[in-house]
């Protein structure tokens, strides 16, 4: 198959995953941008790169680069999307997808009049933890789904000054930040994809508990599904616990369990019994995402979590921020349509598309 050739947009903490997962799948890493020079030079000094750039305005010029993984502060991710897409670039945007529904139809938009790929980074459903899970739901082995919880709860920072240190993305409300869009956007991402569903309503609690903070440190909605499903997704940045992040998943005729941190593993309940299931484990966490990004561009297939599911995650989780503050359930404004994929095309990956 054809390799495409990357750059790298943005290198703080994320981008050292990103850069591992395109090497171990053998994509060519062309070159990095951020204004930061120390931080181009230690990765192009740690991944062999020959190019950088100081900002992404130089480096989609390049004409070398054929697709872009943008990953940096979420109040960016619209501006450089389009930015991006307009130069020609296919794009694979961090998560959350944006901050207003409005950014997210723009994004799409100039993904399609460009002709290229988006795909959002909602990367916990590409783990070989999850790709097992929904291989097994998707088989029928539990029957039909008749509800299901994920929840990812944290040690965000146990005192004001560790805090502190975190990026506005992860602090301010304006910035998009807080524990609901940062990793309750994973959460509702693979709740919704194991329901195999469009949301249609959402009741939520979006607050702070933990900390004084320009942004929420916790969420929990409960989600009725248009497959009559409902689930429940949970986030939860602490100051003091132990990290639990799992999704489980009740059938008919069995029961699912899944994580991947902090251990890895897919049971599945069956008369009274959890039986361990294996499952590939790729390289590095990202891996998986990489190689389905590739093999949609290469291929010519709609991104699994292509941006109209990027979107509808986020309306989601804008629903359940404004059911919080008027303590009514939140009606979805697709409730009476189900949207298509742009394409039509099989999505890239052959377990995950709804
Ligand atoms: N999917 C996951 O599991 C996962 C995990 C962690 C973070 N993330 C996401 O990754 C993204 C990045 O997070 P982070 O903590 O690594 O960010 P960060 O703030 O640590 O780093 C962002 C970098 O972008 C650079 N930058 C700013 N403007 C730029 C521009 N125009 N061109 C090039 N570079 C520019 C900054 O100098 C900085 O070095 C966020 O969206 C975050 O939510 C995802």
């Given at each position: 198959m054809?390799?495409?050739?990357?750059?790298?947009?943005?290198?703080?903490?994320?981008?050292?995953?990103?850069c591992k997962?395109?090497?171990?799948?053998?994509?060519?890493?062309?070159?990095?941008?951020?204004?930061?020079e120390?931080?181009?030079?230690?990765?192009?000094?740690?991944?062999?790169?020959?190019?950088?750039?100081?900002?992404?305005l130089?480096?989609?010029?390049?004409n070398e680069?054929?697709?872009?993984?943008?990953?940096?502060?979420h109040?960016l991710h619209?501006?450089?999307?389009?930015?991006c897409?307009?130069?020609?670039?296919h794009?694979?945007?961090?998560?959350?997808?944006?901050?207003?529904?409005?950014?997210?139809d723009e994004?799409?938009?100039?993904?399609?009049?460009n002709?290229?790929?988006?795909?959002?980074?909602?990367?916990?459903?590409?783990?070989?933890?999850s790709?097992?899970?929904?291989?097994?739901?998707?088989?029928?082995?539990?029957?039909?789904?008749v509800?299901?919880?994920?929840?990812?709860n944290?040690?965000w920072?146990?005192?004001a000054?560790?805090?502190s240190?975190r990026?506005?993305q992860?602090r301010?409300?304006y910035?998009?930040?807080?524990?609901?869009?940062?990793?309750?956007?994973?959460?509702?991402?693979?709740l919704?994809?194991?329901?195999g569903?469009?949301?249609?309503?959402?009741?939520?609690?979006v607050?702070?508990?933990?900390?004084?903070?320009a942004?929420?440190d916790y969420?929990?909605?409960?989600?009725?599904?248009?497959?009559?499903v409902?689930?429940?997704a949970?986030a939860?940045?602490y100051?003091?616990?132990?990290?639990?992040?799992?999704?489980?998943v009740?059938g008919?005729?069995g029961?699912?369990?899944?994580a991947?941190?902090?251990?890895?593993?897919?049971?599945?309940?069956?008369n009274?019994?959890?039986?361990?299931?294996?499952?590939?484990d790729?390289?590095?966490e990202a891996h998986?995402e990489?190689?389905?990004?590739n093999?949609?561009i290469?291929?010519?297939?709609?991104?699994?979590?292509?941006g109209?599911?990027?979107k509808?995650?986020?309306?989601?989780?804008f629903?359940?921020?404004?059911?919080?503050?008027?303590?009514?359930?939140?009606?979805?404004?697709?409730?009476?349509?189900?949207?298509?994929?742009?394409?039509?095309?099989?999505?890239s990956g052959?377990?995950s598309?709804i």
């Open positions: 054809k390799k495409i050739r990357v750059g790298v947009i943005g290198l703080g903490g994320r981008a050292t995953s990103h997962a395109i090497q171990s799948n053998n994509l060519r890493l062309v070159a990095v941008a951020d204004p930061q120390h931080l181009c030079a230690k990765f192009k000094n740690d991944y062999a790169i020959d190019k950088s750039y100081n900002s992404h130089e480096l989609i010029k390049d680069i054929d697709a872009v993984v943008i990953t940096l502060g109040q619209h501006k450089l999307t389009i930015d897409c307009n130069a020609g670039k794009v694979l945007v961090e998560k959350p997808m944006a901050l207003s529904l409005e950014q997210c994004m799409i938009l100039a993904a399609q009049s002709n290229v790929k988006l795909q959002v980074g909602l990367s916990q459903r590409y783990y070989g933890t790709i097992k899970a929904k291989e097994i739901l998707d088989s029928n082995e539990i029957g039909p789904i509800s299901a919880l994920c929840f990812m944290k040690n920072g146990s005192n000054d560790d805090y240190n990026r506005p992860y301010s409300r910035h998009g930040g807080g524990m609901w869009l940062t990793n309750g956007v994973h959460v509702v991402d693979r919704s994809w194991v329901i569903s469009q949301a249609s309503s959402v009741s939520a609690s607050g702070n508990k933990s900390r004084y903070q942004a929420d969420g929990s909605a409960f989600i009725r599904y248009k497959n009559g409902t689930g429940h949970q939860i940045g100051l003091n616990g132990a990290f639990n992040g799992e999704c489980y009740i008919t005729k029961s699912l369990r899944f991947q941190h902090p251990e890895k593993f897919v049971k599945l309940g069956k009274e019994e959890w039986a361990d299931i294996a499952f590939d790729p390289p590095n998986n990489w190689l389905y990004f093999e949609s290469t291929k010519d297939l709609e991104p699994s979590t292509h109209d599911w990027g509808h995650i986020m309306e989601i989780l629903a359940a921020e404004q059911s919080s503050i008027t303590s009514k359930e939140v009606f979805l404004n697709n409730y009476s349509n189900y949207f298509a994929q742009a394409s039509g095309e099989i999505v052959n377990f598309w």
